[in-house]
């Protein structure tokens, strides 16, 4: 029975570190019309950052706002490169980008030794909590942000660069500070993957984990904050619900693992033709005069 | 390694890079979006033919004749009951569809033929040393297969009325349907002859290394570069692009940047200093952020 709460507050745990990065994506790609195709990058920069500052035993939690400033700066860093690039050719940018941070942490075994990827040997008391309300926390950011008069022109850009522009909006500024925003939540989400699994490599930073938390926004509604934290639990639920299914049928566990990814990519394409919106569709504020 | 052997392989790279590439170039020029799954499309041409040659144990030409031949009508299907449900919603959503199929069509293989690598069965011949360099058998033909293929390609779309029409709808979907060339026709043709062009790249290149699900995720930016770098739509330029990222790829690892670092001997450094051999993806995704940092739009400033 402890066993079964235990991995119950992992699970919500776990889901939650997915929720605020689906949050984190869902700014840049739903609020902002940003593609990125890199969201794993900020996971892992944020992990990376946690884990050398834990292993420098630098205290945790400031660990944690070192590894916001670092994805942060990453954000910054990536939305220079957008200037007036379209959406596909950026898409295809941020993967390159996010895949080189992986060879680097890959390659360069005296930053984070390697492929052998590095522990994080530290209990922080209330740990599960934590991430709950700091998802929470997130979610009433992004509310917040979505209402603001700079959510606002966001969704402006979103739907192309002209009128911003003759509105005399500085729109790279807003990029800039919309991937620096997305990028400092995402910071904040690798920083508590690595706290929860006592452990990052590499590994962790595959494109396919980018595409899994695309799954999400694209299920939940881009657009739509509540949305995405309902389709993360969703995509979540369905992931690693799955994987018990070798307990039920008698399947090979290889065999399993692929269909599960399967599903997602299933999943995508289903959601993207019959019901592109999502589950729960962006609302449109109308001003009542 | 010496240097004709490097360019020797950097050859068989971009011949093998530049099938694969042409074919999402035209896919690219025509549909408009970033078709993330016709790599996948190559590994799954792959995978066709090893069930033609080994488990029906077919001669390896009629393989992957036949491999390429299916792979073609596979991408008619995927026009007709995926992307053309998504078609006219701008470039965003049918890329996204395009994600979710890679997903799905490499978790297929995987789950069908399990991680192993596999490898064709043909009979070994010796290979031949050119000019001090080793080139294998089937690099030889994936060279003269490349070049024919190529060539065919550039005369079907230059000299044929279906490649008029294709360069047509490629360069405005409203004037060619104007000219009463029937523009879905084309699509569906498009996406026939860019499948059939990865599945036969994908064929080359499981046949010069080895076949595994994995095949495809190293493939995707290098072709995506080679694309944009020759400038989308042009095939001529997929060549050219698929050439430098192949050049890129080989001579980058093979070339010692001690001198260039040491700034040729006004500084100290160790006698050796080359990229390891992890880094070759790196060259690639370097050159791709570097590359649409100087042109934002693309090479050919062409808005998409």
Redesign the interface.
């Known amino acids: 029975m402890e066993q079964l709460l235990g991995f119950a507050l992992y699970m919500v745990a776990v889901t939650s570190v997915f929720c605020i990065l689906a949050m984190s994506l869902d700014l840049q790609a739903g609020g902002c019309g940003l593609m990125n195709f890199g969201q794993v990058a900020f996971m892992l920069l944020g992990a990376y950052t946690t884990a050398i500052g834990v292993n420098a035993d630098i205290n945790p939690y400031a660990c944690m706002v070192l590894s916001m400033i670092v994805a942060a700066i990453f954000g910054v860093l990536m939305s220079l490169t957008v200037k007036n690039m379209s959406g596909t050719y950026w898409g295809i940018l941020s993967l390159s980008a996010a895949e080189l941070i992986r060879l680097i942490f890959l390659n360069e075994r005296w930053l984070a030794d390697g492929a052998n990827g590095l522990s994080v040997l530290v209990t922080l008391p209330y740990l599960h909590l934590t991430i709950f309300v700091s998802m929470l926390l997130v979610y009433l950011l992004m509310r917040t942000i979505w209402r603001s008069p700079f959510g606002r022109v966001i969704r402006m850009i979103r739907e192309g660069d002209r009128l911003p522009l003759a509105l005399g909006k500085n729109v790279l500024l807003f990029k800039a500070e919309t991937m620096a925003i997305g990028g400092a939540v995402g910071g904040l989400a690798g920083s508590f993957y690595a706290l929860l699994n006592s452990y990052i490599s590499p590994d962790d930073g595959l494109p396919i984990e980018t595409f899994i938390v695309w799954a999400m926004i694209v299920v939940g509604g881009r657009g739509n904050v509540f949305g995405v934290i309902i389709g993360t639990v969703f995509v979540q639920f369905l992931f690693v619900g799955t994987r018990f299914l070798t307990n039920i049928i008698s399947i090979n566990p290889d065999i399993l693992s692929a269909l599960r990814l399967g599903l997602i990519g299933v999943l995508i394409m289903a959601v993207m033709m019959w019901r592109p919106q999502g589950l729960l569709p962006e609302r449109k504020r109308i001003y009542r005069i | 390694m010496n240097l004709i052997q490097v360019i020797i392989n950097s050859l068989i790279t971009s011949a093998e890079l530049g099938l694969i590439a042409i074919g999402l170039s035209m896919t690219f020029a025509i549909l408009r979006?970033?078709n993330f799954a016709h790599v996948e499309a190559a590994v799954m041409g792959a995978y066709l033919g090893f069930l033609f040659n080994v488990v029906f144990g077919w001669n390896l030409f009629l393989s992957a004749l036949f491999a390429v031949a299916l792979m073609g009508g596979v991408g008619c299907l995927f026009h007709r009951y995926?992307f053309k449900?998504?078609a006219g919603?701008g470039?965003?959503?049918p890329?996204?569809?395009s994600?979710?199929?890679?997903?799905?069509?490499?978790?297929?293989l995987?789950?069908i033929w399990?991680?192993q690598h596999k490898i064709y069965d043909y009979e070994i011949l010796p290979g031949k040393m050119v000019f001090g360099a080793f080139i294998t058998f089937p690099q030889i033909g994936i060279l003269i297969t490349a070049v024919a293929a190529m060539l065919g390609f550039y005369a079907l779309l230059q000299f044929s009325r279906i490649g008029k029409a294709m360069r047509a709808t490629s360069a405005n979907v409203e004037l060619a349907q104007a000219c009463s060339i029937d523009t879905e026709k084309v699509i569906l043709f498009v996406w026939f002859l860019g499948t059939a062009f990865a599945a036969l790249g994908g064929f080359m290149i499981a046949w010069d290394t080895q076949l595994d699900?994995y095949l495809g995720?190293n493939l995707?930016?290098p072709i995506?570069c080679a694309v944009?770098i020759g400038g989308v739509g042009s095939i001529q330029g997929a060549i050219i692009g698929a050439l430098i990222v192949g050049f890129a790829q080989n001579f980058g690892l093979a070339v010692n940047f001690a001198p260039l670092i040491g700034l040729f001997g006004l500084i100290d450094v160790p006698a050796d200093i080359s990229l390891?051999g992890?880094?070759k993806?790196?060259i690639?995704?370097?050159a791709?952020?570097l590359l649409?940092?100087i042109r934002?739009?693309?090479i050919t400033r062409k808005?998409?």
């Open positions: 979006f970033a995926i449900r998504v919603t470039d965003v959503t890329m996204i569809v994600l979710g199929l890679a997903i799905a069509i490499r978790s297929g995987q789950a399990g991680p699900p995720f995707v930016i995506f944009l390891p992890a880094y993806p790196a690639t995704y370097l791709v952020v649409l940092l934002p739009t693309g808005e998409l």
